[in-house]
């Protein structure tokens, strides 16, 4: 991948973008197709989607209209709620590789944890991995908790784990967990929703730097050691969330965003989630 963009090495061996193209809440067929080869053109390699979020089918052929190599792209898909439980699992990724247009995607998540199909949610992608549909497996929204618990029971561990995490919500903790356990951790809503991009502390970074506080808050990210997946329809937002990687922030001004974390979270609560098996 020709890209400025730093590979990690997941537990499994495989490499991902730490810098990747969140596509929540990017719907229509042409705004799609857009928003994806303004990406790829501007170095983006890993693309994000979900079955929660209907737009795999635009995802499928917005990829496919890049016409580039099958190598080029990392292709992340999650398994939703209602999709839980062993054989719908099976099924529902299958389903989601006809609409990706994909043999495999490079990673499958399972999207929250829920109580009534924990483990066999699990035991689904485990056997999923081995027949080749996804070349990794890993989680999204779990706590320590619920990596403690799954750890009883499955074959392989998560080699990364989806989180909310922004300077609001930092998860030092769980990051710490999942970095003593071999588990990548990846943000969603790096950027707090744009909620916290006036925060005086971000602001007055920025301008020490001729940087936005979007840029420092992914730079604080990239430091962090946390891979994180912004998104942007605007094709001048799409590149300004790339262009990171030529200043860096200082001892001082990191700790100055971790005493920004407030244990604000903008989307679900996981535990609940977990005991209602339901998002909504």
Same mark, same amino acid.
């Given at each position: 991948?020709?890209?400025?963009?730093?590979?990690?090495?997941?537990?499994?061996?495989?490499?991902?973008?730490? @810098?990747?193209?969140?596509?929540?809440?990017?719907?229509?067929?042409?705004?799609?197709?857009?928003?994806?080869?303004?990406?790829? @053109?501007?170095?983006?390699?890993?693309?994000?989607?979900?079955?929660?979020?209907?737009?795999?089918?635009?995802?499928?052929?917005? %990829?496919?209209?890049?016409?580039?190599?099958?190598?080029?792209?990392?292709?992340?898909?999650?398994?939703?709620?209602?999709?839980?439980?062993?054989?719908?699992?099976?099924?529902?990724?299958?389903?989601? %590789?006809?609409?990706?247009?994909?043999?495999?995607?490079? %990673?499958?998540?399972?999207?929250?944890?829920?109580?009534?199909?924990?483990?066999?949610?699990?035991?689904?992608?485990?056997?999923?991995?081995?027949?080749?549909?996804?070349?990794?497996?890993?989680?999204?929204?779990?706590?320590?908790?619920?990596?403690?618990?799954?750890?009883?029971?499955?074959?392989?561990?998560?080699?990364?784990?989806?989180?909310?995490?922004?300077?609001?919500?930092?998860?030092?903790?769980?990051?710490?967990?999942?970095?003593?356990?071999?588990?990548?951790?990846?943000?969603?809503?790096?950027?707090?929703?744009?909620?916290?991009?006036?925060?005086?502390?971000?602001?007055?970074?920025?301008?020490?730097?001729?940087?936005?506080?979007?840029?420092?808050?992914?730079?604080?990210?990239?430091?962090?050691?946390?891979?994180?997946?912004?998104?942007?329809?605007? @094709?001048?937002?799409?590149?300004?969330?790339?262009?990171?990687?030529?200043?860096?922030?200082?001892?001082?001004?990191?700790?100055?965003?971790?005493?920004?974390?407030?244990?604000?979270?903008?989307?679900?609560?996981?535990? %609940?989630?977990?005991?209602?098996?339901?998002?909504?």
């Amino acid at each position: 991948m020709e890209n400025s963009i730093p590979l990690l090495t997941l537990a499994d061996g495989q490499q991902i973008p730490q @810098e990747g193209f969140g596509l929540y809440k990017v719907h229509g067929q042409e705004t799609m197709n857009a928003a994806i080869r303004a990406a790829y @053109e501007a170095g983006y390699r890993l693309f994000d989607t979900a079955q929660l979020y209907k737009n795999e089918a635009e995802v499928g052929v917005a %990829l496919h209209q890049l016409g580039v190599s099958r190598d080029q792209l990392f292709v992340t898909t999650k398994v939703a709620e209602v999709n839980q439980g062993y054989q719908k699992t099976i099924d529902s990724v299958k389903n989601s %590789l006809s609409k990706l247009q994909l043999d495999a995607v490079n %990673l499958l998540l399972i999207h929250w944890p829920t109580e009534k199909y924990f483990f066999e949610t699990w035991r689904a992608l485990e056997d999923l991995k081995k027949a080749g549909l996804t070349r990794s497996i890993g989680v999204s929204n779990y706590q320590q908790i619920h990596l403690q618990y799954l750890a009883t029971q499955a074959h392989e561990m998560p080699v990364l784990n989806q989180i909310e995490c922004h300077p609001l919500l930092n998860q030092k903790p769980l990051l710490k967990f999942d970095r003593d356990h071999q588990i990548v951790t990846q943000a969603w809503s790096p950027l707090g929703r744009g909620k916290i991009l006036d925060d005086p502390v971000l602001t007055a970074i920025g301008r020490a730097h001729h940087k936005s506080s979007a840029q420092v808050i992914l730079r604080w990210h990239l430091q962090n050691g946390v891979a994180f997946i912004p998104k942007s329809v605007h @094709e001048a937002r799409i590149r300004q969330n790339l262009a990171i990687y030529d200043f860096a922030l200082t001892d001082a001004e990191m700790q100055q965003i971790d005493a920004l974390n407030q244990f604000h979270r903008f989307g679900k609560e996981p535990a %609940l989630v977990y005991e209602y098996n339901k998002k909504w």
